[in-house]
């Protein structure tokens, strides 16, 4: 029999499809920001270029909380031991918060060093200065996001996953629009809307991965040895 219709492909394309959109809404994120802070002037949109650039090559760098998560969970529910597998996914997000936070701290008080490097122009630097120190406050909820969409795809639930990008999305889109052009915030509102979306995003994740583990009978607190292991897996993704 062709592997291709093998009994698992239809289990599999189940998984895929939603993840593959979820991975695709996650850019939309700076793309709506693009397009509503290119009405404000180029200054504006090449202070957003450069801190965009900046937070894409930050973020991304710290992607391996979700797979590294989601290998922790998934080997645990293959195991069928859930309880296991919702404290992993508990400690990642603990992981996930703690790197946030020094992220975010880190960015801030180091943002015009970074401005710099990345050879913004005098003009251009108030604005790339403002959006970065701004968006870097949503760095404990970006984490903790992603830490979640790993968890819930150890668990092998990827459509909660794009609901929840897919509502961040049209969130930001939303608020942006309403800071921006109702509140005429510039370019600083376009960042708090984002930063607002990534909230909402992180709450919801938060708040299933409480009502799964206690379903579970998994604690909420996190356990050194679980948050030990997931660093060091994302050590090496790193």
Sequence with gaps: MPAWRSPYDREILVLAVPAL??????????????????????????GLAIAGIVLTAVFGIFNF?????????????????????????????????????????????????????????????????TYLRISLLGAPFVLVALAGAGYLRGLQDTKTTLAIAIAANVMNLALELFLVYGLDLGIAGSAWGTVVAQIGAAAAFLVIARITARRAGATLGPSAAGVRETAVVGGHLI
């Excluded at 404000?40 to 949109?45: A, C, F």
Aim: aromatic fraction near 4%.
């Design 21 to 46: 959109g979820a991975l695709i809404a996650e850019p939309l994120y700076l793309l709506a920001d693009t397009a509503i802070v290119g009405n404000l002037g180029t200054r504006q949109l090449g």
């Design 65 to 129: 909380l979700a797979y590294s998560t989601t290998g922790a969970v998934a080997r645990h529910v293959g195991a069928e031991n859930l309880h296991a597998a919702a404290e992993r996914g508990v400690d990642g997000l603990w992981l996930a918060a703690g790197l946030g936070a020094l992220l975010g701290i880190a960015g801030i008080l180091l943002a015009p060093a970074i401005v710099n490097v990345m050879g913004a122009s005098a003009s251009v630097r108030p604005y790339a200065l």
